[in-house]
């Protein structure tokens, strides 16, 4: 069953930085898909396994960036 995330993601300023997030972010175990918005740093992930957010704050830290804490 694929599921589905939104986080929020700043410090993106270009093209290369969406680039960056968006091909660490694609080699989380199970990542089918990723989108990115610039303007709102919204980062939509999909994946055919549960999502482990802790792995995707680590793979946004690896490309430079940094995922906003959800409440
Ligand atoms: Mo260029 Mo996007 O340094 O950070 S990759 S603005």
Avoid: K
């Avoid at 929020?8 to 080699?27: L, Q």
């Avoid at 999502?51 to 946004?60: R, S």
Wanted: proline share 6%; net charge negative; with cysteine.
């Amino acid at each position: 069953m694929a599921t589905q995330q939104t986080y929020t993601v700043t410090g993106m300023t270009c093209a290369h930085c969406v680039g960056s997030v968006d091909a660490e972010v694609r080699r989380l175990p199970g990542v089918t898909d990723v989108r990115v918005d610039l303007p709102s740093g919204a980062v939509t992930v999909t994946s055919d396994q549960p999502l482990d957010d802790t792995a995707v704050a680590a793979a946004v830290d690896e490309a430079g960036y940094e995922l906003v804490p959800r409440s």
